[in-house]
């Protein structure tokens, strides 16, 4: 028999989420969004605050957005003194941010980012793109597109290899990551090394087992997630007809993709159809890693970085990329 009993969190991180979230609180409605994205935003810290200290430039661009949208914004995070006059064209990490499809800012990632530019030697470029609901489907995914289009184009200007591209967010990011993967496949747009997917939001239904699981429960429960999809797709979320490049697990066809990590908690609701994706390109012949972390909660490694499951996840991230990366 089925069970919706929930996985426990991990020891260590428990009193970290205990303290991260109250579940006595209403839920989120509608006309809290504005109050929650700007408490978000607050959190965030700039860009050279992060990397004081450390050997890495940022640069912030205004580049073109899709055909007939607005232009769009990306921070770009060298190691200093790249690119030079004889500089070796570097790989790059294009990163897409998380906040469900309906919040969140590139700058949320930028500490995450200049620990790979720093530890990696390579480039990152983090981009801005459209919110739900006042943009829904298909902007976040088009502009999310158009970006890549734009660092693959300017590759020399930005002092990057184009073939050594990994896309790569965690949660909503991580599903527009995975979209934007299924985009440059059946567009023929630009070679991408590989997909870096860190707890992806990927499935609109909503109806594995670990989707009820945590109901009213963890740093991302179901109600969220069912507001994020609300505002992405409207009355068509769960539905007969979504898009793939919305909801990746939508897809009939993941063959032919990039390598991909999948990164993914046991005790959050993503996991089950996080494990599914990997099945089903492994069932291709297709490259896929996958980590399910036990006792990990939806974005653990920002919840408690300290803790010893985020270090592990850490060095297994770092490992793919640098396979991948050559590095």
Avoid at 14 to 39: N, Y
Avoid at 126 to 148: F, K, M, Q, T, W
């Amino acid at each position: 028999m089925t069970t919706t009993t929930a996985v426990p969190f991990e020891r260590e991180i428990e009193a970290v989420i205990a303290a991260a979230t109250t579940p006595e609180a209403p839920p989120m409605q509608w006309a809290d969004l504005p109050k929650i994205r700007q408490a978000m935003n607050q959190m965030n810290r700039p860009a050279d605050e992060v990397i004081a200290g450390r050997a890495i430039t940022a640069e912030d661009r205004i580049i073109p957005g899709p055909a007939g949208a607005p232009d769009l914004e990306v921070t770009i995070l060298r190691p200093t003194g790249h690119p030079g006059p004889v500089a070796e064209a570097l790989p790059v990490l294009y990163n897409i941010h998380g906040g469900g499809m309906m919040m969140g800012h590139r700058s949320m990632d930028t500490p995450r980012l200049a620990d790979l530019v720093n530890e990696l030697g390579v480039v990152a470029v983090n981009v801005e793109y459209r919110l739900a609901p006042e943009h829904p489907h298909p902007a976040s995914s088009e502009d999310c597109y158009a970006g890549l289009q734009w660092l693959s184009a300017h590759a020399a200007d930005l002092g990057v290899n184009p073939e050594r591209i990994v896309v790569m967010g965690g949660s909503a990011g991580g599903g527009l990551s995975a979209a934007v993967a299924l985009m440059t496949r059946d567009r023929g747009g630009p070679a991408l090394a590989g997909q870096l997917l860190l707890c992806p939001m990927i499935d609109d239904t909503n109806t594995t087992v670990s989707s009820h699981q945590y109901t009213g429960l963890g740093t991302w429960p179901r109600e969220m997630n069912l507001l994020g999809w609300q505002a992405l797709l409207g009355e068509a979320a769960g539905g007969d007809y979504v898009d793939a490049y919305a909801a990746p697990t939508r897809a009939q066809d993941l063959s032919d993709l990039p390598p991909v990590f999948i990164e993914v908690g046991s005790a959050e609701m993503f996991r089950d159809e996080n494990v599914d994706y990997a099945t089903r390109i492994w069932a291709t012949g297709g490259d896929a890693e996958l980590h399910v972390w036990s006792g990990g909660c939806h974005g653990f490694d920002m919840y408690a970085p300290e803790a010893e499951i985020t270090k592990a996840a850490l060095s297994a991230r770092t490992s793919w990329l640098r396979r991948v990366l050559n590095r």
